[in-house]
């Protein structure tokens, strides 16, 4: 009778902890789930349902100002739809085979007005990014190894023309990019992949690529931020920011930041330290 106990209870636990698993991101028992995040300027607010699923993201531009971005959701618990309050735009999120393959934008007055598509490794990773989403027409993404941390987004103008390879990469022979972003990661959990089934960031975190969204979402967080711009012959580097954070635990809770600019000869420029921080739930299943 002891026995059978003990196979019930180990059956029951797991019948639980498999009903409240989210499908992107698995939350250990000792998990939280970022509610505000803060970079120097004014927060990111977020909200969730009971099923931990977010449902509104306030982004305050403005002292009290700010759109509010709600979320809905299919039976299967992914994002589906995302009103923003402020401007009467709204998105689509459009799935084949179990991935995100489109985000069609929307407007109640013009209908269809554009999208964002996207292209992944047999890792199931994004490598390419196309359509309105960012300054540039499309943007390709390189990752560290097997892990979800991308370590290089290059920005090209003009329609793509390279084919996926199964490393992860892109590869466009008859274009350069204009735009090369490098980055480096520290190994704690980065509080945006705690926000659920979310398999991008549906806002943007740059200071420079503003209304630049949907990029993937890695699993640390970034230390170093590099951006190189192009002449005719070479790269340049022009930008580069460095992050430094303080830990409870596995999360970062508060951030400072360096952005520098680089003068044409390469030296160091102008230089800006901004203060942040993070703010979680704690979960319990």
């Known amino acids: 009778m002891k026995h059978y106990a003990i196979m019930l209870w180990l059956a029951m636990s797991i019948m639980v902890i498999s009903c409240n698993k989210h499908d992107h991101v698995p939350f250990p028992k000792d998990a939280r789930q970022v509610t505000e995040a803060l970079k120097g300027g004014y ?10 699923l977010l449902t509104q993201l306030s982004m305050q531009f403005n002292p009290g100002i700010g759109p509010n971005v709600f979320f809905t959701y299919d039976q299967q618990k992914r ?6 309050s402020a401007s009467g735009y709204y998105n689509q999120y459009i799935y084949l085979g179990g991935k995100l393959v489109r985000v069609e934008k929307y407007t109640n007055l013009a209908g269809f007005l554009g999208q964002t598509s996207f292209t992944y490794d047999n890792r199931g990773r994004i490598i390419q990014k196309v359509g309105d989403a960012t300054y540039y027409d499309y943007a390709n993404y390189e990752y560290y190894g097997n892990s979800q941390n991308v ?20 590869t466009a022979p008859t274009a350069r990019a204009s735009v090369i972003e490098e980055y480096t990661y520290d190994n704690k959990i980065n509080p945006y992949s705690t926000i659920g089934n979310f398999p991008v960031i549906p806002f943007w975190v740059s200071d420079y690529w503003i209304l630049v969204k949907y990029d ?9 931020q590099k951006f190189y711009g192009r002449t005719d012959s070479t790269y340049f580097k022009f930008q580069e920011y460095s992050f430094t954070y303080g830990y409870d635990g596995k999360y970062p809770v508060t951030l400072n930041s360096s952005r520098t600019l680089f003068n044409p000869d390469g030296s160091p420029g102008w230089t800006e330290n901004k203060t942040g921080g993070y703010t979680y739930d704690k979960l319990s299943w």
Request: charged share 20%.
């Open 43 to 52: 927060p990111l607010r977020f909200q969730y349902n009971s099923q931990r």
């Open 79 to 84: 994002p589906i739809r995302e009103t923003d």
């Open 151 to 170: 370590k290089r987004t290059s920005y090209f103008d003009g329609s793509p023309t390279g084919t996926a390879a199964s490393k992860g990469t892109l």
């Open 216 to 224: 993937p979402i890695p699993e640390n967080n970034i230390l170093t």
